[in-house]
């Protein structure tokens, strides 16, 4: 099956400045790349997606970036708020399969601190 | 449209007793998963239910089972419950499988 692993375990970065997350997966037919923040005490939520039709996309200060050859996406903060402190999943499926590969395989997690 | 709901939110069991957990996914979607989050961990897979068949399974003990009804709605049992059950349980909708899902708030389970 479908195996993600996520670098860092856990950022530390100054306010204002960039943070970068990166996953890779096993499976070359897997087409569909969400990003979840979870904030202490708090659900996972949904900040950005990419799909494997595309290389890039953006929302505000939000990136995600995908390479299908080298099989890893990252996603990219930038002009970090401490505000944007919490866990950050990754996880990897194949939209077209019928079987267990359908299923979300989430990364083990990133704890992204940013310093006022 | 209103959010994917669990109840109960808090729960405090015993050692050796069941628990049945609630999940009420968000309208119009049929894919609910569940997942157990302990303190310093990822979200690990339980089980994924969709047109109320379980379609894929995690690697729990058999003491973990869910369902899924007409409407959707899913429940999970944990039954002869150990110390180690405790943790968050958190399903999550998604309109088809594989599609993005959202989370409810998760229920808090103590075993003690």
């Known amino acids: 099956g479908e195996n993600v692993e996520q670098h860092p375990s856990t950022l530390s970065v100054q306010e204002g400045d960039s943070a970068v997350i990166k996953c890779t997966y096993s499976?070359?037919?897997?087409?569909?790349f969400p990003w979840y923040k979870q904030e202490l005490g708090k659900r996972p939520q949904l900040i950005i997606d990419?799909?494997?039709?595309?290389g890039e996309k953006k929302d505000q200060r939000i990136a995600v970036t995908l390479n299908k050859t080298a099989k890893h996406f990252s996603l990219h903060i930038t002009e970090t708020q401490p505000e944007d402190s919490a866990v950050y999943f990754c996880a990897a499926s194949n939209e077209r399969s019928s079987g267990s590969a359908r299923q979300l395989t989430f990364g083990s997690g990133t704890q992204l601190t940013v310093l006022p | 449209k209103a959010g994917v709901t669990q109840t109960p939110r808090y729960l405090i069991k015993t050692r050796g007793q069941q628990v049945t957990l609630s999940c009420s996914p968000i309208s119009g979607h049929r894919s609910v998963s569940w997942y157990q989050q302990t303190p310093g961990q990822g979200l690990q897979f339980l089980f994924e239910?969709?047109?109320?068949?379980?379609?894929n399974k995690g690697n729990f003990p058999g003491r973990f089972s869910g369902r899924q009804f007409s409407n959707s709605r899913s429940e999970m049992n944990v039954s002869t419950l150990e110390l180690g059950d405790s943790a968050l349980y958190l399903c999550?909708?998604?309109?088809?499988?594989?599609?993005?899902?959202?989370f409810g708030p998760g229920t808090r389970l103590t075993v003690t």
């Open positions: 499976d070359s037919a897997s087409n569909y």
């Open positions: 239910y969709f047109s109320e068949t379980q379609r």
């Open positions: 999550a909708s998604s309109i088809d499988r594989g599609r993005e899902q959202y």
């Open positions: 990419i799909r494997s039709n595309v």
